[in-house]
């Protein structure tokens, strides 16, 4: 049995709006991925495949290689040349694993991910062979039409909102990607969906993750991050 940790940071952070990606910011004395990177270093998985753009290849190559070689970051096996879209990085990732049983699809941007998390979601992806971190949604959540206006409350008890990891058998993602990559994919926005267009009768396993789970997207975030792991 191989299990691998795919940690996305091929992304540019638009929304962030910094010079430097978002994943690779300061994050209270390291970059932002770094924090990731350890949460699946001191977890269950056997190999990390880290995916980063082109841009900043030899940046991860040279930081990875010192941690590498310090037993920081020891489980990191490869790093990859990521996509445009996240489903590109993700796809890139899942070509160049040949040997593994389950794959843990991360957002690099997600810093407050814990060993916890990971392992249960290991334990669950064992047994249902897709499931995915996420929360049940706290808000009160509208449907609203083209002007803005409110269509439907939707029920509040059945919304979950998603986080990552999100974990699958290695060929069925990998078969899901496979048929995706040769349509629309326009409407893709997590990993999970390319599972659920691949086989809308697949039943992936909702895992309970934690409302810190969040993803750096804005600068509030980070600033909301900054105050958790001082924590
Ligand atoms: N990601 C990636 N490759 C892409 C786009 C995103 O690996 N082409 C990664 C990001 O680095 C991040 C995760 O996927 O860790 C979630 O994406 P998101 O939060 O949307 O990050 P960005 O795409 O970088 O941000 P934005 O959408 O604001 O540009
Ligand atoms: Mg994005």
């Known amino acids: 049995m191989k299990n691998y940790g795919i940690v996305l940071a091929a992304g540019k952070g638009k929304r962030m709006g910094s010079k430097i990606s978002k994943q690779f910011l300061d994050l209270n004395g390291k970059p932002l991925f770094f924090y990731a990177l350890e949460a699946f270093e001191n977890s269950d998985v056997d190999s990390v495949i880290v995916v980063c753009s082109a841009e900043y290849k030899d940046y991860c190559e040279n930081v990875l290689s010192i941690y590498k070689e310090e037993k920081t970051f020891s489980k990191v096996e490869k790093i990859v040349v990521g996509g445009a879209e996240r489903y590109n990085s993700v796809y890139n990732a899942l070509k160049e694993i040949s040997d593994a049983d ?52 939707l029920d509040r008890s059945s919304l ?28 893709i926005t997590d990993d999970a969906m390319v599972l659920e267009e691949y086989d809308p009768s697949f039943k992936i396993k909702l895992v309970m993750g934690d409302y810190k789970n969040l993803k750096v997207t804005t600068s509030e975030d980070l600033e909301i991050a900054k105050v958790f792991l001082k924590s």
């Not at 810093?111 to 808000?139: F, G």
């Not at 993602?173 to 995706?180: D, L, P, S, V």
Request: charged share 30%.
């Open 102 to 153: 389950y794959v843990l699809i991360h957002d690099g941007a997600r810093p407050m991910i814990t060993k916890d998390i990971i392992n249960r979601s290991l334990s669950e992806v064992k047994k249902h062979k897709a499931c995915v971190v996420a929360v049940p949604v706290k808000d009160t959540i509208k449907e609203a039409d083209s002007e803005d206006y409110i269509n439907k409350t």
């Open 160 to 187: 979950w909102q998603m986080q990552t990891p999100q974990s699958f058998e290695y060929k069925l993602i990998a078969q899901a990607y496979e048929n995706a990559m040769k349509s629309d994919l326009s409407a």
